[in-house]
Structures are given as C-alpha cells and as structure tokens.
C-alpha cells in the first residue's frame, strides 16, 4: 500500500502554554490484566486513547470478559472470564500482553499464552518473569510458540531475588502472588510509580501487599475467593509528560504539564536543569522555560529512580543541539539507538560506541524524511522537526499511536506547527 499516515512537523518559533498529560500507558495496561483477579466488574479511570489499550482491552474480550469504553474511562467485567489462553495474533503485536500471564495463573492455576512481541528496542527477555513464577510453584513449557503455564501442587509463596529490577517481572510475579498461600518477598524489586500503582489496585481488590515502590515487596497471599472488583484511577503518564516538558526547554516555553507527581521526573528534571532549563513544580504540575543556550550533560538509564530509558531519545536530541559533548550511556535495552541514526539524517553529530553514544551540539537541524523506529523516537523525531529549519516528514507514526493520546492534538495547542497527513510515497 503506497498511502502512509505521516506527521509533518514545521519549524516552530516555540512551544508554550498548558498540557494535561494522559494517564501513564505503562500502568494502565497491567491494570486491565489485574482486573482478572477481580472476577466481577472494575472500573478503571484516567486511561489513555491509545491504540495499546485497544489491544490490551481485545486480548481481555477474546478471553470472555467485557469491556465497555467511556471517555478515559474502562468498565470491565472479568467474571465471564473461562479461557487462560491469549491469541498469537494479538500478543504478537504488543509485548505488554505478556501481563495476562500473572493473573491468569493466579486464578485458574493455568495459563496459555502466545509469545510476546512489541517494539525492537532489544530482546527484553522473559526469563526473569518465569524465575519469580517458577519461585511461586508454577512449571512453564514452550508448546508451538506459546508458553504454557501449570501449577501441579498449587501456587505457593516463594522468597524471589531478581537480577535485575525488571518492572514486567516484578508486575507478573506480584500478581500471582497475591492468591498464592503463604507470604512472598520479592527482593530487588522494580520501584517504579507504575508498581506502586498496581499494588495499590491490588490492596484494593482485597490483596496485601506492602512495600511497592521500594526495592523489597511483601506479598501475604489471600485466597483468590476474597479477591474482589474495584474503582481505580490510574497515575498520570511521567514519560509523556517528560516528553512535553523535553519541548517545552528545547524550544523556550513557558510550558506547563498538568496531572503528573513531579517526584516521578526527579531525575529527568535535575538534568534538564543541568541544561540550562528553569524548572519549576507544584504539587501536581512541572513548568519548565529556558533563555540561555542548551548546555552539554552526561546521561545514564538506570532503573527507576534513575533516568528514565523511555525518556533517553527526547533528551539525546536537546544534547544534539546544546553546547559541548554529552555522553548518552543506554543501560536497560542493547537497541534503543536507533534513533540516532534518524536523527543524524537531520544533521546532528552522534557517535555511537557500543551502548555509549557521543552527542556533539549542533547548531541547527535540517528538516528531512526520518521514520519512527520505536514508540518513543518517534515522539522525539517529531519535536526535532519542531525545532530544524524547514519540513520533516516522520513516517511509521504507529509506534506513536501506541502511547501518545492525539499528540499533534497537544502540539499544536501549544503552538507546534504539525499535522498529520496522508502521502502516496508511489507518487513521489
């Protein structure tokens, strides 16, 4: 098919005003697979229009569940629920639907489900939510590409060390411990907020679990009979809003972010104001505005509350164009650089080593045809063309869609010269 959805972005003399971010992608797709525990009818509040949730929603509708959609808003009732296995079709076209696995063992003590796919920012390895699982009892084994889950003596609570602080293993194990008996400590635990704000869906539903948030969890298993439904609003998105606020110091603002916990963005706003940016916070807002040249900073992912990897390209970018060398070091996904590549295409100077990559400030961006190679370079790849000389044209906007509600939408009330546009690259 020749005809492609784009987005244009033009240059923009700045980005000002107000935004009100979305409620956070990444905690509201677990919600929804939380709410099997419940086995009665959730309502879950604060969700955002992406396409993501629409995935996420039919992987819970194929599994007998109903879901009915406000604005923002889900109800849904997990008691139809009979099936425990997701459909290759769907799990394939996004990785967070590995999140079913949890609960779906928890309440049926079994569990089939296709394995995942999603971005190609890096292999993003399972095995670490199967280490917990297996801690609680339950035996996996591969069977025509999907991963098939039993629990042959029941699921029982284990003591779990992570590797590392994964936030879809310590999400999987959590959930299925909460109706496992006994009492289950995960160590090394992602702190993550969106953790904390599964955890507190959990205890609503009538879990016990205490210290979400921090590196160690305890989790006092209930029968799964106790579990109940809920009403649960979902915390705001700290990536999105990062993204904005991202804009907000590349182009000068005064922006504001609404409906966020600043200390969710604790690193990320200490290094924008290492560049050059005044940033300031309230209670649930970031405004961020800048007058002086973007200066160089080192930056490094690290697990929460480190900096942010899903915030890594929107800051890689303010580096291409700040005074001086930065090192941008990737510690959490092997291919999340691809970016530079695209963003090199508009004149940037990034050198990549290994998972270092040498960022040398420009002076300006050159508007040019880039694609969107994961969710969040795409969001980044629009803001660069925001701020080169001339038109980029940003292609495989799909990614975007996946976790940004009516971005252009945001853009453009903030001043943003961008629009979305169909073009038949045939005729070109």
Sequence with gaps: MAQEEVIIARETANLSGMVRVSGAKNSALKLIAAAILGQGKSTLR???????????????????????????????????VESFETPYELVTKMRASISVLGPLVGRFGQARVAMPGGCQIGARNIDMHLVGMQELGVEFSVDHGNLVATTPN???????????????????????????????T???????????DL????????????????ST????????DQMHPCDHVTVGDRIEAGTFLGGGVLLGGPLTVEGIDPSYLRMALTKLSAMGADVQVGDDFVT???????????????????FPTDLQAQFMLLAALANGS???????????????????????????DEHHAVVTGVDRLQGAPVESTDLRAGAALVLAGLAAEGETIVRHIQHIDRGYEDYVGKLVSLGACVERATIDFAAL
């Design 46 to 80: 604060n969700i955002p229009a992406i396409s993501d949730i629409d995935i996420m929603c039919e992987v819970l509708e194929r599994l007998g569940a109903t879901v009915e959609r406000g604005e923002h808003e889900l109800i849904i009732d997990t008691a139809p």
């Design 154 to 184: 029941g699921l029982h609570a284990g003591t779990i060390l992570l590797d590392f602080p994964s936030v879809g293993a310590t999400e999987t194990t959590m959930m299925a411990a909460c109706v496992a008996q006994g009492t289950t």
């Design 186 to 196: 995960i160590d090394n635990a992602a702190r993550e907020p969106e953790i904390e």
């Design 199 to 214: 955890a507190n869906m959990l205890n609503a539903m009538g879990a016990h679990i205490e210290g979400a948030g921090s």
């Design 217 to 224: 969890i305890v989790i006092e298993g209930v029968p799964l």
């Design 288 to 306: 961020v505005s800048r007058t002086l040249p973007l200066q160089a900073t080192d930056i490094q992912t690290l697990p929460h509350p480190g």
């Design 326 to 352: 930065s090192i941008v070091t990737e510690n959490v996904f092997e291919n999340r650089f691809m970016f530079a590549a695209e963003i090199c295409r508009m004149g940037a100077d990034v050198l990549i």
